[in-house]
């Protein structure tokens, strides 16, 4: 009669099991319910992507713009319009300056009862602060010249816009301090100071015109 060996199992239908349940050859038997594998893909997201899918939609569509200081030039028609204007004055300036100082220089001007450029010239009037007119009008010309030349207005130093500004703000009320005298102290017009007059208003328009645009100054341009 077979003995069975102490600790021997009996499986059912006969025979003796000789290894435990659960082990194949000494090692354990690999377990049919095996876990999530590590690095496996969640369900519902891409592998190696941790943000939420609404933090993904809301990722801007556009990249941010990048500013750049560029120099407001301005036209090249308003640098020449400016620049011409500022030489007739400075022309006519001069001309005056010299028929003041020179007395055999005469000024081609008809002498009527309304227009006498002599009576003008030679008036009290003709004087501001103890400096001919003239002369003050030559220095306001000079400056005008170089200032509104093409190469001043490639220059976007700040002071040098508001000194240009101030200056025909100033020349302006000048202007018409002078066609006051003419008409109400002198009781004469001289058409030479006349075309003074004209170039100083235009040019008041125009350059109060390029400040309002933003000329001889520097802004931002947006580049996508």
Not at 47 to 54: H, K, M, V, Y
Not at 83 to 94: D, P, T, Y
Not at 163 to 170: A, Q, T
Not at 173 to 200: D, K, P, R
């Amino acid at each position: 009669m077979a003995t069975r060996k102490p600790g021997a199992a009996a499986r059912p239908g006969g025979g003796t099991q000789s290894r435990d349940k659960g082990t194949r050859g000494g090692r354990p038997e690999a377990s049919t319910t095996a876990g999530p594998r590590q690095g496996s893909r969640p369900s519902g997201g891409r592998a190696g992507n941790s943000r939420p899918a609404s933090a993904r939609t809301a990722a801007p569509v556009k990249a941010t713009a990048v500013q750049e200081a560029q120099p407001a030039a301005p036209p090249l028609w308003y640098q020449l319009t400016t620049w011409i204007l500022a030489l007739a004055g400075l022309g006519v300036s001069i001309y005056l300056t010299i028929a003041h100082f020179n007395t055999s220089v005469t000024l081609a001007c008809p002498a009527t009862s309304t227009i006498n450029c002599e009576k003008v010239t030679t008036s009290p009037e003709s004087y501001a602060f103890g400096i001919p007119v003239a002369v003050l009008g030559l220095a306001f010309y000079v400056f005008l010249a170089v200032a509104n030349s093409p190469w001043a207005w490639r220059i976007t130093w700040p002071p040098l816009r508001w000194v240009r500004v101030g200056s025909m703000v100033v020349g302006m009320v000048f202007v018409l301090y002078l066609i006051y005298a003419e008409l109400f102290s002198i009781g004469a017009i001289c058409l030479w100071c006349t075309s003074v007059h004209v170039i100083t208003f235009a040019l008041f328009v125009l350059i109060v015109f390029g400040a309002a645009a933003g000329y001889g100054t520097t802004k931002a341009l947006s580049r996508a």
